[in-house]
């Protein structure tokens, strides 16, 4: 699940649409997606489980984004430093 994390960060974390939004928002709408996404579990799980399951997510989420912003102050200094492909992809 991880490897799919880190392709929807790579995929998202120079969205120019969400520019100024918060390492917390980001996260969140990593969490968010992912859970959508993976809608089938609350179908296999009974949906008393589901905080537990998010929970998951959010940590692996967690884990994923600070590697991947590893030596950046936030998700702003690392939206800041690439700027240039920003302004590509938007």
């Given amino acids: 699940m991880k490897s799919t994390i ?3 960060i790579d995929e998202e974390i ?3 649409h969400f520019l100024l939004e918060s390492d917390a928002d980001f996260m ?3 969490c968010n997606h992912i859970f959508q996404e993976m809608s ?6 009974p949906s008393a ?3 537990e399951i998010f929970e998951e997510i ?5 884990e994923v984004f600070k590697i991947k912003t590893y030596g ?3 998700l702003q200094h690392y939206r800041k430093v690439h700027g240039a492909k920003i302004a590509r992809i938007g």
């Fill in 6 to 8: 880190a392709n929807l």
């Fill in 14 to 16: 120079l969205n120019s």
């Fill in 28 to 30: 969140q709408r990593i």
């Fill in 40 to 45: 089938y579990l609350r179908k296999l799980a």
């Fill in 49 to 51: 489980h589901s905080q």
């Fill in 58 to 62: 959010e940590d692996q989420v967690l």
């Fill in 72 to 74: 950046y102050s936030n």
